[in-house]
């Protein structure tokens, strides 16, 4: 182990902790801190970075062996990123409802632990903490909206409302402890914390919320963009390369991934040419198409069927998996419905990683409107959400000891999501996908991703109005026109670029593999290739090798 990059990593980990509080969940870490919003909090972070960057400039990476190289390039990427955002701290998407923080922020009062006074101080000052982060994005909206950076008019709407909900008493009931989790508190003092918390929620927190919602329906709207994307603004595009190097770690133009998007697809189309005739459908592939987005078989009645039906694909995955992975997570996962707060503003859901306090891996699905959700790709979104994709990957890494903290507990974007999309590509090789048609459902997961590539770059740099990308995945994917709606303000409006991570990602591991098979050849495991993969933790694409 090479001592420097030891202590950087020991040092950046440190300030990960004291900085992230999601860090500290996962690692069961008490959380001492929510952070405000601010631009001396970013500028705290860019000189960190500066100085990471720096200290590993000085070593001679050539001399390092696989894992401490491994470990740099973890460190590397993650400065580069923060040195990257430094002078887009005002063009950043933070508001809407897919970056908010706020909806991630629930477990670090849920699983609080209350097992001394001292703890009961520790959280009161988070409940303060929450409080002026609410009133710091509230002030991020201000400054956004002098500076001629809103979010367009078109998702303030869905931005309100996600706040509504936040800033009701019954939304934000978690902040307030129940007395059985006080239990090891002395009654007076339960009973002082209870009365704080009740406090700090009615005079402090509802009101910040509160003072952000008027902000966003007030001059914030009145400031918004027309169009959507971040071509509207000054500088967008060079944010815009800024967000493609951060969510994908590469070195990619937009024009570059746009093409990559209409060749997957085209290819893809070729694909679904093919089940077609296997299946003797007699229509042409507009018609064939048309009838995979509407037959009834593909739908189910309410949200407790559509619960079944993810269910019985992760037992089939569970049952197929140790022939593909040696290593297992001892994690356990499950699937719930999204909360209706939620499920207005995000089209499909979320994957929430186990942690010290929720052992669960769970999926969140979007059960809200099972009349217009099909289902005909079920079973390869539960290969990408859970097992053998996000979950099987997160807990592996989070349960390895053998990685230091800072690669045990670190998430790059394209790695985590582009290898959640070729665990669901890998359904084929595994027998999940049991006929046609379920292979027609990742087919068109696929196009789903290759699709993003196409509108992602198109609304925010190549001129692509709303209007046209929602015309375009309508003709290229399963999704129905509120799913379209929403996904392409997640692109334009509320997480541009993000979107690139997952085929870019997927595209990359796949090519690892092929030079891993021809290396090998005969000798060539798939298990210890998979072994090999994600036992280096999440780790730059650059990186791989």
């Known amino acids: 182990m090479n001592a420097a990059i030891d202590e950087l990593g020991r040092r950046f980990w440190a300030y990960r902790l004291d900085t992230d509080v999601f860090a500290c969940l996962e690692s069961g870490t008490p959380v001492s801190r929510l952070r405000a919003v601010t631009p001396e909090e970013r500028a705290a972070d860019a000189a960190f970075a500066r100085e990471t960057m720096g200290a590993l400039e000085a070593i001679d990476a050539q001399a390092l062996e696989e894992q401490d190289a491994l470990t740099a390039a973890v460190l590397r990427a993650a400065a580069r990123d923060t040195l990257d955002a430094e002078s887009f701290y005002w063009h950043e998407r933070r508001l809407g409802p897919y970056a908010e923080p706020f909806q991630w922020l629930a477990p670090a009062f849920t699983t609080f632990e209350f097992a001394s006074r001292a703890d009961a101080d520790r959280y009161r ?34 931005a309100v409302a996600h706040y509504c909900a936040h800033a009701t008493p019954e939304a934000s009931a978690y902040f307030i402890p129940s007395l059985e989790r006080l239990s090891a508190l002395p009654d007076e003092a339960a009973r002082e914390l209870r009365e704080n918390a009740e406090r700090a929620v009615r005079d402090r927190i509802l009101p910040a919320l509160q003072r952000l919602t008027g902000e966003l329906d007030g001059p914030y709207r009145e400031a918004a963009a027309s169009g959507a994307g971040l071509g509207h603004y000054k500088d967008g595009e060079a944010f815009y390369a800024s967000l493609i190097r951060r969510n994908t770690s590469l070195d990619l133009t937009a024009d570059r991934i746009h093409v990559t998007g209409i060749t997957e697809l085209e290819r893809i189309g070729e694909e679904l040419e093919r089940i077609r005739e296997r299946v003797g459908f007699a229509g042409d592939a507009a018609v064939f198409h048309a009838h995979l987005r509407a037959d009834t078989r593909f739908f189910a009645a309410d949200a ?36 209706d707060a939620l499920a207005k503003a995000q089209t499909f859901g979320y994957f929430q990683p186990p942690t010290a306090g929720e052992p669960f891996g769970t999926y969140f699905f979007n059960g809200s409107h099972p009349e217009t959700t099909s289902l005909i790709s079920a079973a390869a979104l539960v290969l990408h959400e859970l097992v053998p994709g996000h979950h099987l990957q997160i807990a592996l890494q989070m349960e390895n000891e053998t990685l230091p903290p800072v690669r045990r507990y670190a998430s790059n974007t394209a790695f985590c999501e582009g290898y959640a999309d070729y665990a669901a590509q890998l359904g084929f090789e595994m027998g999940i996908y049991a006929d046609p048609y ?51 303000l997640r692109y334009s409006c509320d997480l541009p670029g993000q979107a690139l991570a997952y085929k870019i990602g997927e595209l990359a591991i796949l090519q690892t593999r092929d030079r891993a098979k021809e290396r090998y050849g005969a000798r060539f495991d798939v298990r210890a290739f998979h072994d090999w993969l994600l036992g280096n933790g999440s780790v730059p694409l650059e990186a791989l090798g």
């Not at 079944?308 to 022939?323: H, I, N, T």
């Open 438 to 488: 379920e292979e027609a459902g990742r087919l068109m997961q696929d196009a789903f991703m290759s699709a993003r590539l196409v509108v992602d770059t198109g609304m925010n740099v190549l001129g692509w109005s709303l209007e046209q990308a929602r015309a375009f995945m309508a003709a290229q994917t399963m999704l129905s026109e509120k799913e379209i709606e929403t996904e392409t």
């Open 304 to 339: 407790d069927e559509m619960l079944a039906k993810l269910e019985s694909y992760s037992q089939r995955a569970a049952q197929a998996v140790p022939a593909f992975f040696g290593a297992l997570p001892r994690a356990p996962w499950q699937i719930r419905p999204l909360p």
């Open 125 to 158: 000052s988070l409940l303060e903490d929450a409080a002026n982060l609410a009133g710091s994005l509230a002030d991020f909206a201000r400054g956004q909206a002098v500076r001629g950076l809103a979010m367009p008019h078109v998702e303030i709407d869905a």
